[in-house]
């Protein structure tokens, strides 16, 4: 038997399928994996990344957590969530809800710029806008949870322990307390009671301020009770631990006071680095050159000893420092994922390509000048890649670059976006304006096969399936559903009614939020085995529901530029591109990278243009528009592409936009996203009488910036499927 589905949703699908059965059952056995050895599961949209007030946030834990998996109205549904904050420490209290009758005013001591004449001085204060609607709002000083720990807590200062800091953060100053506390006693137990009230896998992260580096994702579920998990009580003692470890901002040395934690990794040469009192590594490259990315690879290592398959190492907007320095804490260069991936490929297995901050009046935060007076950071330190490409990294926008280095290697190595909530800038969290961040689910949404089988969705199949790399992520809603998948044609049936079963398939998975499982098929994450020279077919669906959460109704600026009228709230899907590239080099299994750094087919040293950051085999294989795709109905479309295996193994990604080639300021004569840059070059109008009046102005003219400029520019990106060719180099990052 070689065929197995899934898709269950109604009585017709079923039928439908089962039809096709027949069909398919005389196509080759090479498949890796067999459908029917794969647990059914679903697409499920969720957000691992985001702030409260235990780090520099605006909200409790508790409105964060209702504003993204809610559905309510201005709640935006997500179906899982892991709420993080920055590692080191916080005098705020964030587990203390926003008072609901608080007077309505802006967050204090935030602003914005805005451009007056062609030069961009003058300061848009937060009283300048409107008056904020009722719900309650976090901006009143000492309200809600911007109150101290010390203030709050049943015994005060004195229920804080670890060593004694007292900071300043956000305005705020007070006795702080360390990361690791706040998640091991506070935090964790609030959002284990949100996640049993809302019933959905919600559970606690952080985002490490990694030594040498900037940031990283990281989650350890072990302890963790996140519905639908029928312990009474659980504990986030791992997660919490390993922040206290790892974290080069926790300068606590109590080794987490009562829980005398050791960092140690068992047999590690670097245990030798730590300090006897702390019992971890307490230096950074600005104490020792190198001495903090040797932190960080012990923090990967800890995570493959304690917890090899419920835990994930995901650096964030990896551009945004620029590129790594051995004597700063700045980026993240191709030799440390591949690094990471080769010491733990179940732990680093993804970089958030696509940042948070769409908002921002530097998308992303990506500028020229970030953090440039920030100990630790380099003066002027360029976003590597310069800044956003249509709201991705310049790792992942630019064909051929470090993502497609890393895929050329066979790695499973996926892309992954999160939101970064922190605040909306000059308003208020119940405002739908924004000139800093999104809410998780509001502009950037996730989507994650969760391959769960009849079980609950829960925190380990959704780990599981960024695991996987079965992940597509959406911008602005400019698609919300897809089936993707790379098939071998069946021999002994015609190619075009080979052709019809799969896009038909195909259409039946992406109605259903599922995915095609058929033999003799492969879909994201996953590799097909194929004979040199064998015919493949690349098929996907996708819907653009043409309807998203953009407050704005008036016509999409960038397009105004080329005579095309277009709501901002009411996108449309101009093109798809197939992008496909061969893979041409085994990964080494183990290259630790070395200071001072030497140039060569593994480290790029921040060159972005070397060849161990590019891979010279990608292309744009295929475009598809209205002129050649299908319409389905009901703003669905299938594509199609029928290309050789050929003789080496390869790769079939995907990416789409709202945007025409040669839309000016927005993409090129090959449809490439071009440089956001609504800081200086203020180059697309913004002249419909709806425009808002934050937005960057010229000589009394508006301009597309923050949050418009977020929803005229829509890209959306799948994770690769990857072909392996016998006798040609084995895919050995996917299965």
């Not at 001495?291 to 990896?318: D, M």
């Not at 958030?352 to 003066?379: C, I, K, M």
């Not at 004979?531 to 996708?542: E, I, K």
């Not at 400029?709 to 994770?719: K, R």
């Amino acid at each position: 038997m070689i065929h197995s589905f899934s898709l269950r949703s109604t009585a017709k699908a079923v039928l439908v399928l089962t039809s096709m059965c027949a069909l398919v059952q005389s196509v080759s056995t090479q498949a890796a994996d067999k459908a029917a050895s794969k647990k059914s599961g679903a697409y499920v949209s969720g957000d691992f990344h985001n702030h409260t007030t235990c780090s520099d946030g605006s909200l409790s834990i508790q409105k964060l957590v209702d504003k993204a998996t809610s559905n309510k109205t201005g709640a935006y549904n997500l179906d899982w969530f892991v709420q993080t904050d920055h590692g080191g420490n916080s005098p705020r209290n964030c587990t203390v809800a926003e008072d609901p009758f608080e007077p309505n005013t802006p967050a204090l001591g935030l602003s914005t710029t805005t451009n007056s004449g062609t030069t961009p001085t003058t300061t848009l204060s937060a009283t300048s806008v409107n008056p904020l609607p009722t719900g309650g709002q976090s901006g009143t000083l000492n309200k809600g949870p911007n109150q101290l720990w010390s203030a709050t807590l049943s015994g005060g200062a004195a229920a804080i322990k670890g060593d004694n800091v007292t900071a300043t953060q956000g305005g705020y100053t007070g006795k702080t307390m360390h990361r690791w506390q706040e998640i091991k006693e506070y935090q964790y137990q609030v959002l284990e009671k949100e996640s049993r009230t809302r019933q959905k896998p919600i559970w606690i992260g952080n985002e490490l301020n990694a030594g040498g580096h900037e940031h990283v994702q990281t989650t350890v579920l072990d302890g963790q009770a996140s519905w639908p998990s029928t312990a009474t009580t659980g504990n986030a003692a791992l997660m919490a631990q390993h922040e206290y470890c790892f974290d080069r901002t926790d300068v606590d040395t109590s080794r987490g006071a009562e829980n005398q934690w050791d960092c140690s990794v068992a047999g590690s040469a670097n245990n030798s680095l730590m300090d006897s009192t702390a019992r971890k590594i307490t230096g950074s490259n600005t104490t020792s050159p190198n001495l903090g990315h040797y932190k960080s690879v012990e923090g990967v290592k800890w995570l493959k000893e304690k917890a090899l398959n419920t835990s994930f190492y995901i650096p964030a907007h990896i551009e945004r420092a620029g590129f790594y320095q051995d004597a700063f804490n700045r980026g993240t260069d191709i030799e440390h994922f591949r690094e990471y991936n080769n010491i733990a490929p179940t732990v680093a297995f993804g970089v958030e390509f696509a940042p948070g901050h769409q908002a921002s009046v530097n998308r992303g935060e990506f500028s020229p000048t970030f953090n440039s007076t920030t100990a630790g950071y380099l003066n002027a330190a360029s976003a590597g890649g310069g800044r956003t490409y249509g709201g991705v990294g310049a790792y992942a926008a630019n064909i051929g670059g470090v993502w497609d280095a890393l895929l050329g290697e066979g790695r499973g190595f996926w892309f992954f976006a999160s939101s970064d909530y922190h605040n909306r800038g000059i308003f208020g969290p119940d405002q739908r304006e924004s000139t800093q961040d999104f809410f998780p689910g509001e502009y950037t949404k996730m989507h994650v096969m969760s391959r769960n089988g009849t079980d609950s969705l829960n925190p380990q199949s959704i780990l599981d399936g960024l695991r996987s790399g079965n992940v597509f992520v959406s911008h602005g809603g400019l698609i919300d559903k897809m089936a993707f998948v790379v098939c071998r044609y069946n021999p002994t049936m015609p190619k075009a009614a080979f052709q019809a079963l799969i896009e038909k398939a195909a259409l039946t998975a992406a109605q259903a939020g599922k995915e095609v499982r058929i033999d003799g098929c492969a879909t994201m994450g996953e590799k097909l085995k194929a004979r040199a020279n064998t015919d493949l077919l690349v098929t996907t669906v996708v819907r653009n529901p043409k309807t998203n959460n953009s407050p704005y109704n008036f016509p999409n600026p960038s397009l105004a530029q080329i005579n095309v009228t277009q709501a901002l709230n009411a996108p449309v899907l101009d093109h798809v591109d197939i992008i496909s590239g061969k893979v041409t080099q085994k990964p080494l299994a183990t290259q630790a990278v070395v200071s001072p750094c030497v140039k060569n087919s593994y480290f790029s040293c921040g060159d972005l243009s070397s060849p161990a950051a590019t891979n010279t085999t990608t292309v744009m294989a295929k475009r598809f528009n209205a002129t050649n795709w299908t319409d389905s109905g009901s703003n669905y479309v299938t594509m199609s592409y029928k290309v050789s295996a050929g003789a080496n193994s390869q790769y079939f990604r995907l990416r789409g936009t709202n945007l025409p080639v040669n839309t000016p300021s927005e993409t090129d004569a090959n449809g490439n996203p071009l440089i956001d840059d609504t800081t200086t070059g203020l180059t697309i109008p913004c002249k419909s009488t709806g425009c808002p009046p934050h937005l960057n102005n010229a000589n009394g003219q508006l301009f597309s910036s923050y949050d418009v400029a977020a929803w005229a520019d829509l890209w959306f990106y799948s994770n690769p499927v990857f072909v392996e060719v016998s006798s040609d180099l084995t895919v050995a990052g996917a299965k």
